[in-house]
Structures are given as C-alpha cells and as structure tokens.
C-alpha cells in the first residue's frame, strides 16, 4: 500500500515557466514532508521541506505549499531552468515511528 | 567534508551469495537508514535505526539484516542473494531527535544474476 504517490511520472515544461509537481499521501500521522531532487547516478540531494503546523515554505526558486485537509502536497520551480531538469522525490515523515517514506518521483525536463 | 559513505559501488553476485553493503556517516548523526531504487518504484525504506544498538524494520526488510554497534556505521547484509535484489542501495543519515533532512550516499548497485 503506497503511502506517498506521485501520480506523474514525468513533466516537460518550457523554461522559464512554472513546473509544479504533486505529491498525495494517505497517512493522517505524517508531519513534516521534504522534496528532493536526485540526478542519475548520484544520490538524491535535498530541496525543500515543510513542517504540518505550515501551509508554504520558499526557498529562492523552490516553494511547497500543504494542504493537509486534502493530504496533498506540491512543489513549484519558478522560473524553471534547464539544470531543473531531473527526478523528483517527495517524502513524508511520521515523527512517532521516525519513518521516512517516499514516493515514486516525477521526472521533470525543463526544455531550452 | 565525506558525509555519507558507501561502499561498494557496483558490486555483481550470483545466487545465494552473501554480502555486505557498507555505510559510514562523519556527521555524529544519531538516524541512519537504508532504501533501494527501482523503476516505478521510487525509493523504498528496507531498515532504519534511530541510534547506536537500536534498529527496525522499513517498508521492504525481508531478505536484508543490519545492526548498528556504533554511531557512525550501519552495514545492510544480504545473506542469501536473490535476483529480485538487484537494485540501486542508498543509506541516508539525519541529526535524529526532531524532524529534518535526510542526507543520501551516492548509492551501491547490485546486481544479482
């Protein structure tokens, strides 16, 4: 039972524009939830987090809004440029059992 | 700084094989946990500890072992190697205590045949 679903595998977005990417979960017990960005045949890096008791976190280009109503979680790059493009992982944490769980990741091409 | 390290990177098995994935962190982090990537898959949790001697299971332990004697180590042991192992191993580390980043390896691949 997948927890955390990424239901788009892959985005293509013009640069410059926005990229946004979706992340759902099913358990009410997360509580704090991260995105990463992982290259091939490299590790995934961390981008940007954010706590439950928040609904949008920036960072520079990077923003992630929560709406834990609808247990859903995105991520918006803008604008997006050319080096965005790569897998993308959102995660959730459970802080009770300290599991972090992701999800399927989305591969995103930011086109020149 | 060397953060998170694994070794080996590519490693090849045949059947039955044992091995051992190594996993050393230079951060003092008291979390460390193990995931394996596979297509469509995503990142999925094997084994975790939140300490030195403390350990358990993820979403996928069956077939893998750890321990964890000391802080900076968590070794992920396959005793007898399946082809459904084949995969790419990360282990990740954080402060522990209070929510926050995970900080990954560059990952081992495995190879079953």
């Known amino acids: 039972d997948q927890q955390v679903k990424q239901n788009s595998p892959s985005l293509s977005v013009q640069e410059g524009r926005i990229s946004i990417l979706n992340c759902d979960y099913t358990?009410?017990?997360?509580?704090?939830f991260l995105w990463y960005k992982k290259y091939p045949a490299e590790g995934p890096t961390f981008l940007i987090s954010?706590?439950?008791?928040?609904d949008k976190n920036e960072d520079g280009r990077f923003t992630v809004f929560l709406n834990k109503s609808a247990k859903h979680l995105s991520l918006h790059i803008v604008p997006s440029q050319p080096g965005d493009s790569a897998v993308y992982f959102c995660?959730?944490?459970?802080?009770?059992?300290?599991?972090?769980?992701f999800g399927t990741g989305t591969r995103l091409k930011v086109l020149a | 700084n060397a953060g998170v390290t694994q070794t080996p990177k590519f490693q090849v098995l045949k059947t039955g094989q044992s091995m051992t994935l190594q996993c050393a962190q230079d951060?003092?982090?008291?979390?460390m946990s193990w995931y394996r990537q596979d297509p469509g898959m995503g990142l999925r949790l094997i084994h975790y500890s939140v300490g030195a001697g403390i350990t358990d299971q993820g979403e996928v332990p069956n077939g893998y072992n750890v321990s964890r004697s000391t802080t900076e180590d968590f070794p992920l042991r396959l005793l007898s190697a399946a082809p459904s192992q084949t995969s790419v191993y990360f282990c990740a580390s954080s402060k522990g205590g209070s929510a926050g980043e995970l900080f990954f390896g560059e990952g081992s691949r495995l190879t079953v045949l």
């Open positions: 358990n009410s017990m997360f509580d704090y």
């Open positions: 995660a959730a944490l459970d802080s009770g059992t300290y599991k972090y769980i």
């Open positions: 951060m003092n982090h008291e979390y």
């Open positions: 954010i706590s439950s008791i928040k």
